[in-house]
């Protein structure tokens, strides 16, 4: 098992392109959660997915959109991105009902 | 509201010292926190969770319920032990951790 996965491991962007950040995960998961790491500031949640088909905000929404077309993929798009959004970005996904989160290795993103 | 707050950004000791990382929680129910840790080029994992009452690698956490802390003791710290360790609350209503900033130690021969 490849657990979870994350593509691309690096990105540098221009402010106001667009990307998607793509993250996979073979345990057959029902959960599924996008965050952000940032200095001082610990791992905020970005979005999550309790299901296909379905995706909530978490803390710190704005400037994202994400998608849970399949199970076993959930997508992190930056619209225009901008260099707030500079940041380690990482995929985790869990059993429903676990407290156990399983991570991704990470995206690092910098937008200049 | 929950939140987490980890209030040492670096905890800096020698080989063979004791360690405590600092967890306080604010949460109206009742809380389930556990520690995740980072490794150097490694990715976030797992340490322990309350509810187990296990101890991980010679680390230990005892939830105080009075002092709302969680706080990660281990008596006798390795080198091997240096990663980021970060404190995390599950909020049961939604299946969401939320996690403290986060303390980096650093144990030294």
């Known amino acids: 098992n490849a657990g979870v996965t994350q593509t691309p491991k690096f990105r540098v962007l221009k402010t106001g392109q667009s990307m998607t950040l793509l993250c996979a995960q073979d345990?057959?998961?029902?959960?599924m959660y996008w965050y952000r790491q940032d200095p001082g500031m610990g791992l905020r949640l970005i979005h999550y997915?309790?299901?296909?088909?379905?995706?909530a905000k978490g803390e710190v929404p704005d400037g994202y959109n994400v998608s849970r077309l399949k199970k076993q993929n959930f997508l992190l798009g930056l619209e225009s991105a901008a260099p707030s959004q500079t940041s380690v970005y990482f995929c985790?996904?869990?059993?429903?009902?676990?407290?156990?989160?399983?991570f991704g290795p990470g995206t690092r993103l910098t937008v200049t | 509201a929950q939140r987490v707050t980890q209030p040492e950004k670096l905890l800096s000791v020698f080989k063979g010292a004791p360690v405590e990382l600092k967890c306080n929680y604010s949460?109206?129910?009742?809380?389930?926190l556990f520690w995740y840790v980072q490794y150097s080029r490694q990715r976030l994992q797992l340490l322990l969770r309350h509810i187990s009452r296990e101890s991980i690698k010679g680390f230990t956490a005892d939830l105080n319920k009075g002092e709302t802390s969680f706080h990660l003791k281990k008596p006798f710290a390795q080198e091997e032990d240096s990663a980021m360790y970060y404190c995390a609350l599950l909020n049961t209503g939604f299946q969401k951790l939320v996690f403290g900033t986060g303390t980096r130690l650093l144990v030294s021969p």
């Open positions: 949460y109206s129910g009742s809380p389930e």
């Open positions: 997915s309790v299901g296909e088909g379905t995706t």
């Open positions: 985790a996904s869990s059993y429903v009902d676990s407290y156990e989160q399983y």
């Open positions: 345990m057959n998961h029902e959960y």
